[in-house]
C-alpha cells in the first residue's frame, strides 16, 4: 500500500478546500475525482469541516482526503476521527506534530524559516508545507532554504496558480504543490462543479508535461511552444558618446553618438538571430528618445514594452566612452543620474507577458541603480513565477557600486536565476571565490539551484588585437562544454562583445537546445561585434552562421568572394 506521501508525489498537487456545507463535500469530491485529482485537503477552520471530511471518505474511501489548518492535537482526534489521512497546519507546533507521530498520522507543519526548519528536523519531520509560499518569497526563497537543507521536501501552499505551478514543480525537492484556484469558495457555493473539473484537467495536462519529481530538469524546460516573446529585457537604454580615435574625452573636439546599453545590446542580438524580443525601458518622449527609440526599432526589437516620459525634466542616460592605446587602458564615464529609466515601473505592461515569455534577462549594470533596482527584482520575480527561464548577467561596474552592495544584493536574486553569465574576476573578487574557475562554476549551481552558469574568457594581445573564448556549464549533465578560441579578432569596438556573447549563448538554448551550439552562436557573436563600431550587434543570423562555418573550417581565404 503507497503512502501518503507517496501518493502526493504522484499527483503533485493537493487541492486546498474550504467547504461551508457539507452537503457541497461529495459533489466536489466527485469534481476533483473526474478532472483527475483525488485528493483535498479540508481546511478545518469551518463549522462543516468535520461533517466534509466524514463524508467525502465514506463516499470515496480511496481518496487521499487530509484535514488543514488543524492548530492543536484536540483537532488532530477530531479530523482523524472524520476520515483524514493526513493533517497539514500553518505553523510548526512541537506539541501537535509529537501527537500526530504517536497516533501514527502523517502532518506537514508550515515553515518558512531556517530556524522552523531546524525545529522540524529535530522533531525527525522530512517533508514540510512551506506557506504562504508567494508572500514568503516564492520558489525564490524555498531554493535558498534548500541549500543548507538537503533533506527537506517541501509542499508549497500559498499564491499557487497555473501561471506558476509549472515552475514551481521544476524544483525536484518539491514534492507536491497545495493550491485552491481550482476549488473557489465563489465556484462551489455556485455548484460550479463543471468549472472546478475543468481546472482540475488543465492543471493534470499541464503535469503532466513536467518531469518526475526528483529528475533533473532541463535548462530548455518551458523553452517549447509558442509564446508571445522569445526574450525580455529589462534595463537602461543609454546615448554613448565616444571620442574620437586616440583621443582622450579630457581633450574635447567631436564626440560620436550612439544608442547602447547592456540589456538593449542583447535584445538587439537575439532580434537580429530573429527571435521576437521586447525591451522593458522608458525613454523621454522628445527628439534624442525618438532617436533611441529608432535604433531599437531598426535592430528589430518590439516597442510594445517601451514606455515614455513625457515630463519636461525627460532625458536619456548617457555614457562616454575613450579607446585605449597600450599602456593607457580604455575609460568609460556615465552621466545617467535622473534619467529617465528610474521613472520605469511596471504598472504599465500587460499581465500575460510574465507567462508568455521564455527568456527574461537583465543585469547587474541595472540592479546597481537604485531608482530602477526595486523595479528590476520584481520583474525577475514576477516572470520567474509566469515560467520564463531567468537569465542575468553579473556585468560588474566598480564605477556604479562597490562589490559589497553587489554581493548582497545579487546573492539574493540568485535562487531565482536560471543561466548565469559571470567573469572569473567577478568570481573571486566579488564573491570572494577560491579554486579552480570550473570548481567555482559548479559551486554557483550547486547552491543556487542554476542550471547553466557561463563565464567568457577575453584575452588583451593588444588594444587592437584580442582573443575569445568561454565555458559553459550544465548542471543537469554535469558537464562542461568549451569551444575553440577566435585568435586574433581585429577590435573595432570591444565595447557590447560580452552582451553578443550573451545573445549567441541565450539563442543557442533556445534553438537548438545544445550546450555546444550555446558555445558556437556566443563565441561566433563576441567575436563578430569586436569587429563592428557601437554598442550594438550590427549583423544578422547570416553573418553569424557564415562566420562559424569559416571558424569551423579554418578557412584562411582573404576574402569571401
Partial sequence: MKSVTDRMAELKIIPVVTLEDPEDAVPLASALIGGGIPAAEVTFRTEGAYQSIQAISKAFPDMLVGAGTVLNPAQVDSAAEAGAKFIVSPGLDPETVLYCQKIGIPIFPGCV????????????????????????????????????????????????????????????????????????????????????????????????????????????????????????????????????????????GSFTACIGGSELNVCSGMARLGCKSGFITCLPGNEIGKFALHEIQRMGVSRELISIDSEKDARLGVYYSEGGAAPRKPKVVYDRSHSSAGKLDLSFLPQSVYSDTKIFHTTGITLALPPVRKTAVEAIKRFHAGGALISFDVNFRANLWDEQTARQVLTEIFPYVDILFISEESCRRMFQKTGTLREIMKSFAAEFNIRIVATSARKVISEKEHAWNSTVYSAEKDEFFTGTP????????????????????????????????????????????????????????????????????????????
Fill in 113 to 252: 524559516t531556517a530556524g522552523e526548519i531546524q525545529k522540524a528536523i529535530g522533531l525527525g519531520l522530512s517533508v514540510l508545507k512551506f506557506f504562504p509560499a508567494e508572500q514568503s518569497g516564492g520558489l525564490g526563497a524555498l531554493k535558498a532554504l534548500s541549500a543548507p537543507f538537503t533533506q527537506i521536501r517541501w509542499m508549497p501552499t500559498g499564491g499557487i496558480n497555473l501561471n506558476n505551478i509549472g515552475t514551481y514543480l521544476s524544483f525536484p525537492k518539491i514534492l507536491a504543490c497545495g493550491g485552491s484556484y481550482m476549488v473557489g469558495k465563489a465556484d462551489i457555493r455556485a455548484k460550479n462543479w463543471d468549472k472546478i473539473t475543468e481546472l482540475c484537467r488543465q492543471t493534470v495536462r499541464l503535469i503532466q508535461d513536467k518531469p518526475e519529481s526528483g529528475e533533473p530538469v532541463s535548462p530548455a524546460a518551458g523553452l517549447s511552444g509558442k509564446k508571445a516573446y522569445d526574450f525580455v529585457a529589462l534595463g537602461e537604454s543609454l546615448m554613448r558618446l565616444s571620442s574620437a580615435p586616440d583621443q582622450r574625452i579630457s581633450g574635447g
Fill in 486 to 561: 577566435y585568435s586574433p579578432i581585429s577590435v573595432a569596438d570591444r565595447i557590447g562583445s560580452g552582451d553578443a556573447f550573451d545573445a549567441g549563448v541565450l539563442y543557442g538554448l533556445l534553438a537548438c537546445q545544445s550546450e555546444r551550439k550555446m558555445i558556437d552562436y556566443g563565441n561566433a557573436m563576441a567575436a563578430l561585434k569586436c569587429t563592428v563600431p557601437g554598442d550594438l550587434p550590427d549583423f544578422d543570423k547570416e553573418d553569424v552562421e557564415q562566420l562559424m562555418e569559416l571558424h569551423k573550417s579554418n578557412d584562411q581565404s582573404e576574402m569571401i568572394r
